[in-house]
């Protein structure tokens, strides 16, 4: 269980947020340089960080070497996927 690491409250106390870069919008060139105007959406950013939130204080933390919730061991698919 992910507990605040400032005034230790858990389970319900704590959520976790996972953080992902933004969208990739991939923009044509040219051999002259000219760059087309009209951008592609390519795909959604990889996931960058966990982050756990305590609604007692409000404390905010980064969770180390976690990128996805599922990497969690209370997530109920947890070690099914790797990376």
Do not use: S
Not at 21 to 47: C, Y
Not at 54 to 68: A, D, E, I, K
């Amino acid at each position: 269980m992910i507990c605040c690491p400032q005034c230790r409250a858990k389970g319900e106390d704590v959520y976790l947020q996972e953080i992902w870069a933004g969208d990739l919008i991939e923009f044509q060139q040219d051999q002259d340089g000219r760059i087309d105007p009209e951008g592609v959406l390519i795909q959604k950013g990889d996931p960058v960080k966990v982050q756990g939130v305590c609604c007692r204080c409000l404390h905010r933390w980064t969770l180390r070497g976690v990128f996805q919730i599922i990497n969690l061991p209370g997530h109920p698919d947890h070690g099914k996927y790797r990376r």
